[in-house]
């Protein structure tokens, strides 16, 4: 007989529960749930209304990868979906994951949340910008950490606040809330501050991804504001050898990061970092907070 589990009144299958996942500290599926549902109240909210693609890797980070927007074969009726047309499937929908069943089912089938910066209310019409900045080796977070501060900086002077959070591989990402703003043009603004950044640090700032240039900068990624594109979920778990996680920080954490194990946060880091700062990111749900993209 199949287990079934209940969550909140909803029951679900879950399986193989002591399964490795993360095999470099033999993290199993069972505790990779278990973190979901001791950060739900973090987590949900940045889920909650946006449409989530899934990057599935059910045997781990050394088995088959891959990212699906489609709600997969079997998706419960009780979860939520909502109309993503697409030019090859105009009637194609995708999963939102509004509560905590819906979390709890999600996370069975071992995925990374990415989710866009716009909900399912207003498609394409974005209520946050991004910026991905993406190490080249032998850069690390650290230099990620001092471009952060520039970008920062740079925002403050257009009246935008930014937060930073880990991408939970090797570098940074940058949310800045936004008045609901087209997604065409929180791209267009996003590209020219990573083009200022490069012209103002050439030796340390590139802003195209053609790897050629990236070797020894940070590529600062504004391509995630485009609308059909999607950016790591906070609080997100990561396709990795050890169960990384995309957790948000301090800007003094950020200041003072002088080794790349200052910024390397693992699931079991996360409830003790929520007891201490609370939700880092609460502020990108305070409509006072949001600013005029110029």
């Known amino acids: 007989m199949t287990p079934l589990t209940e969550v909140a009144g ?3 299958t879950l399986r193989n529960l002591g399964k490795v996942i993360h095999p470099a500290t033999g993290t199993t599926k069972g505790e990779l749930l278990h973190y979901y549902a001791t950060v739900e109240a973090a987590i949900l909210p940045h889920l909650r209304d946006r449409p989530v693609s ?7 980070p050394g088995g088959q990868l891959f990212f699906t927007k489609n709600p997969p074969p079997g998706t419960p009726a009780w979860v939520a ?3 993503v047309p697409r ?10 994951v509004q509560d905590l069943p819906s979390l709890v089912w999600a996370s069975n089938l071992v995925v990374e949340f990415h989710t866009p910066q716009w909900t399912a209310a207003s498609p394409a019409v974005a209520d946050r910008l991004v910026l991905d900045l993406d190490p080249g080796p032998p850069a690390t977070v650290v230099d990620c950490c001092r471009i952060a501060l520039h970008l920062r900086e740079r925002l403050a002077r257009d009246g935008l606040d930014a937060f930073a959070k880990t991408s939970g591989a090797k570098g940074l990402h ?3 809330p936004v008045v609901p703003t087209p997604s065409e043009r929180v791209s267009a603004y996003a590209k020219r501050l990573a083009v200022e950044a ?3 640090l050439p030796r340390l700032v590139t802003h195209r991804m053609a790897k050629a240039l990236r070797a020894g900068k940070v590529f600062v990624d504004h ?4 609308a059909a594109k999607t950016t790591a979920t906070p609080y997100t778990l990561r396709a990795r050898e050890r169960p990384t996680v995309s957790a948000p920080v301090t800007w003094e954490e950020v200041g003072a990061c002088a080794d790349p194990s200052d ?5 079991d880091d996360i409830a003790p970092r929520l007891e201490r700062y609370g939700e880092l990111l609460g502020p990108l749900f305070d409509a006072g907070r949001a600013g005029e993209v110029p």
């Open 198 to 200: 490069e012209a103002e």
């Open 10 to 12: 909803r029951l679900i």
């Open 81 to 83: 979906t909502t109309p």
């Open 263 to 267: 910024l390397a946060f693992v699931m």
């Open 223 to 226: 391509s995630q504001n485009a």
């Open 87 to 96: 030019t090859e499937d105009p009637r194609a929908r995708q999963v939102m």
């Open 174 to 176: 940058l949310l800045v």
């Open 54 to 60: 899934f990057l599935r890797y059910p045997d781990g």
